[in-house]
């Protein structure tokens, strides 16, 4: 799953893992929203709150875990720290694209 909210990904994680036992990929935005009448972004994204979201994703079945439009290394540095502390068995990976 690619580029979707974060607020959407439990339940697209939920409903894909329904489906399948294969191993689910997500790389969601940073959630921040384009106003194009300012051309700006709004709402806040960062790294730490992204990791904090991603304890979730992880919860419902989401196995590889990065970020797309809007994520930095910010937030990159912020998944990796809580997936180095995953017991090894359950480790997932996590990259900036
Ligand atoms: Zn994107």
Redesign the pocket.
């Known amino acids: 799953m690619?580029?979707s909210a974060p607020r959407y990904i439990p339940d697209l994680v939920r409903a894909i893992r329904s489906a399948t036992q294969k191993p689910i990929v997500v790389y969601p935005?940073s959630g921040e929203v384009y106003d194009a009448a300012r051309r700006d972004w709004r709402g806040s994204g960062s790294g730490a709150t992204f990791a904090e979201q991603a304890r979730e994703w992880y919860a419902c079945g989401a196995r590889i875990i990065g970020g797309?439009?809007r994520t930095t290394p910010d937030h990159i540095r912020a998944l990796a720290a809580w997936a180095r502390a995953l017991p090894p068995s359950s480790s997932s990976a996590s990259e900036a694209k």
Do not use: D, K, L, Q
Request: charge should be neutral; hydrophobic fraction near 0%.
């Open positions: 690619n580029c935005n797309c439009c």
